[in-house]
């Protein structure tokens, strides 16, 4: 009996030994049948930090740091209450929220009669095991998640799906436990409102969602979701909406990560946004140079077209003016009375006033579209000015004015620069003043000035005249501009002299300016660079001197014309100087002429039927020699400077415009029959 006591004694003194060890080393807590806490050791209550009081009759689900899903908990209880243990790792909160991992053994306690009355926990803390590999897991999570997020923004996809791809990568981070649904509302640009731009598995929640206060961040509220801002530099952009999973509960962590990835996401949507701000503007541009591109299509177009009228009224009117004038000018070289003399010379000046009408007009046309090159000659001052001159001195001598014309000393005597702009530039001005001045004097002066490293030429034309109201003077040098509109003005013209004149100074490099008092005069200057002409520059325009009237011998011609007034009228100016005349009414006879006969030059029409003037010089080309080699020189009223060209590319010597002056074809006739008499003599001498 002694010895069963003794024996009953010490396991009780072992049980109460074990009791005490395990209460001091482990964590321990009793709850009855329903899961409500009745008693937890020193342990349980240090680690969570509540006090028995605090815990007493609560479930362990105030521990709950959502971690586990509502599934986990629902399979434990059922194991438990269906009288087995329980046994794995649990992820619980302290009362301030911090985490910590128990590895957990539930067992049932029944009584006598095998009823279930309670459960006890017995735990070990595995919080710096557990806790250090979650934590790396978390941590992987996380940055997968927000680089995630920016890989989406580099791919070249809209804003739209940008953001569908963001929602569906967030709630699809596990340790969130995030429910599989949320929204995307972005702020409306004009007003303080939200729009629902994207959403996942969402139902009808943009009317509850767009009540939210901008910038205003929430936890998790009663239904479970939370409305998160989506910023930039402290401006709302717009607002998530995500909904954490059914009884979880959230920490601290969720909240901090979640309020990142809004942040990252926010300057994500602020760079795409922008991105397409800076795409739309591109596209604008892009319009609007297209729109450019076309008007500025359109607009050569009608440039062109204006041109083409233009070369095709100044060619229609030419052919007959051409006619007009060769007729006048034969009428003079006859026998007419006083009477008819002045009748002549009326027409002449008519019809001289009308084709400088007619040569203005295409003139501005073909400066306006650019459509001319400057080509560089050498050119001596004074004789050059002195022929400028030349055909003003008889108008200003009929009306009593005075015309002088003064070249600096300090000039060189010669110039580089473009011989036939210079002349009209010129030969405009002094149309002007003499067109303005009544009495008094025109005085051309041609002057040095500039520096020693920019020299300039200074060319003015100063008159006596009427001079330029105060208000006018800006608009002098403007086309179709002229100081007196009304119907009763005294003075002529097309009012695009002067704006030729500051088309063709530019052109130069140069510049032009008036200077005027009315009722005294005005003065036009010029200021282009000086460019000294060398010796030994050799000009495309040079020729050989021509002779002196009437010392040449006739020659032998071939003339192609389809116009009959025209072919009568180039014939008997040919005649007057006794050249010998043959007349093809068309290219093919004028080829099949040229093959069988040698002459010294052939004039050339253009417009032709069967084959026209250019077509037919190509074929002459094509010839053997001598029948090649001669010289042919277009005769056409296509006078602008691309007809020159088309006639030089075919293989002309050179082009002479219609109306025909017979001084011009003359000089040429002059220089071709000075070069024939140099040739035979040359020949002459060498062969004897």
């Given at each position: 009996m002694s010895e069963r006591s003794d024996t009953n004694e010490i396991s009780g003194l072992i049980e109460r030994s074990i009791h005490r060890a395990a209460d001091a080393h482990l964590i321990v807590s009793v709850t009855d049948e329903n899961g409500l806490i009745t008693h937890a050791n020193t342990n349980f209550l240090k680690l969570c930090g509540y006090t028995l009081a605090d815990l007493h009759g609560k479930s362990h689900g105030v521990l709950n740091a959502g971690f586990h899903s509502p599934e986990f908990f629902e399979n434990m209880w059922q194991r438990i209450k269906a009288g087995k243990s329980w046994q794995g790792n649990l992820c619980n909160q302290t009362i301030t929220g911090q985490k910590f991992w128990?590895?957990?053994?539930?067992?049932?306690?029944?009584n006598d009669l095998g009823l279930l009355v309670g459960f006890t926990s017995v735990a070990t803390d595995i919080t710096r095991f557990v806790g250090h590999e979650n934590g790396r897991d978390v941590e992987a999570e996380e940055t997968a998640c927000l680089k995630g997020l920016c890989d989406i923004s580099i791919e070249d996809v809209g804003l739209e799906e940008v953001l569908e791809k963001a929602l569906e990568r967030l709630v699809s981070v596990s340790w969130l436990k995030l429910a599989d649904k949320g929204g995307l509302f972005l702020k409306d640009n004009t007003?303080?409102?939200?729009?629902?731009?994207?959403?996942?598995?969402?139902?009808d929640t943009e009317?509850?969602?767009?009540?939210r206060a901008f910038g205003y961040f929430e936890g998790p509220d009663l239904d479970g979701h939370y409305c998160l801002p989506l910023k930039y530099d402290n401006r709302l952009l717009g607002?998530?909406?995500?909904?954490?999973?059914?009884?979880?509960?959230?920490?601290?962590?969720?909240?901090?990560?979640?309020?990142?990835?809004?942040?990252?996401?926010?300057?994500?949507?602020?760079?795409?946004?922008?991105?397409?701000?800076l795409n739309a503007e591109m596209s604008r541009s892009n319009r609007l140079s297209q729109q450019a591109q076309l008007a500025n299509c359109a607009a050569n177009q009608a440039a062109e077209a204006k041109a083409n009228f233009l070369a095709t009224m100044s060619h229609e009117i030419r052919t007959p003016m051409n006619s007009v004038l060769g007729v006048l000018f034969l009428m003079e070289q006859t026998n007419l009375t006083a009477e008819q003399m002045e009748y002549a010379a009326i027409c002449k000046d008519a019809a001289e006033a009308l084709m400088?009408?007619?040569?203005?007009?295409?003139?501005?046309?073909?400066?306006?579209?650019?459509?001319?090159?400057?080509?560089?000659?050498?050119?001596?001052?004074?004789p050059f000015f002195t022929t400028i001159l030349e055909p003003f001195e008889e108008p200003a001598l009929a009306k009593g004015i005075g015309l002088y014309l003064h070249v600096d000393d300090d000039l060189p005597t010669c110039l580089v620069g473009d011989q036939i702009r210079l002349r009209q530039l010129i030969s405009n001005l002094l149309s002007n003043a003499l067109k303005f001045t009544e009495q008094g004097r025109i005085m051309v002066k041609i002057d040095r000035t500039g520096t020693k490293d920019v020299p300039q030429i200074l060319i003015i034309v100063a008159d006596s005249g009427r001079?330029?109201?105060?208000?006018?003077?800006?608009?002098?040098?403007?086309?179709?501009?002229?100081?007196?509109?009304?119907?009763?003005?005294?003075?002529?013209?097309?009012?695009?002299?002067?704006?030729?004149?500051?088309?063709?100074?530019?052109?130069?490099k140069g510049e032009i300016g008036v200077d005027t008092v009315p009722g005294e005069g005005s003065t036009f200057w010029v200021r282009l660079p000086l460019r000294v002409g060398r010796p030994d520059f050799v000009a495309k325009h040079d020729t050989l001197p021509p002779s002196s009237e009437g010392s040449m011998r006739p020659l032998n011609i071939l003339v192609a014309e389809d116009n009959a007034s025209n072919l009568f009228l180039i014939r008997k100016i040919l005649e007057v100087n006794n050249h010998a005349v043959t007349c093809a009414r068309d290219g093919r006879e004028a080829v099949e002429i040229a093959a069988?006969?040698?002459?010294?030059?052939?004039?050339?029409?253009?417009?032709?039927?069967?084959?026209?003037?250019?077509?037919?010089?190509?074929e002459i080309r094509k010839l053997p020699a001598p029948f090649r080699d001669v010289p042919i020189y277009a005769v056409s009223a296509n006078a602008l400077?691309?007809?020159?060209?088309?006639?030089?590319?075919?293989?002309?010597?050179?082009?002479?415009?219609?109306?025909?002056?017979?001084?011009?074809?003359?000089?040429?006739?002059?220089?071709?029959?000075?070069?024939?008499?140099?040739?035979?003599?040359?020949?002459?001498?060498?062969f004897g």
């Open positions: 128990v590895n957990t053994v539930i067992a049932p306690m029944t007003v303080d409102t939200l729009h629902l731009a994207v959403s996942h598995n969402l139902a009317k509850f969602c767009s009540k607002v998530l909406v995500v909904y954490v999973a059914p009884g979880t509960v959230v920490a601290q962590e969720q909240e901090d990560f979640l309020l990142t990835y809004c942040n990252t996401l926010g300057l994500l949507i602020q760079l795409r946004q922008k991105q397409q701000k400088q009408i007619i040569d203005d007009i295409l003139d501005y046309g073909k400066y306006e579209q650019g459509a001319f090159v400057l080509e560089e000659s050498r050119l001596e001052i004074r001079g330029i109201p105060a208000g006018e003077v800006e608009h002098v040098f403007e086309r179709f501009s002229q100081a007196d509109s009304s119907i009763t003005r005294k003075y002529g013209g097309t009012g695009i002299g002067l704006a030729i004149c500051k088309t063709l100074a530019i052109a130069m069988k006969t040698t002459f010294d030059v052939i004039l050339m029409d253009v417009q032709m039927p069967v084959m026209d003037g250019l077509c037919a010089t190509r400077s691309k007809h020159h060209q088309q006639s030089k590319e075919a293989g002309m010597n050179g082009h002479i415009d219609k109306p025909i002056r017979p001084a011009e074809i003359y000089r040429v006739l002059d220089q071709i029959s000075y070069d024939k008499q140099g040739l035979d003599e040359r020949l002459k001498t060498k």
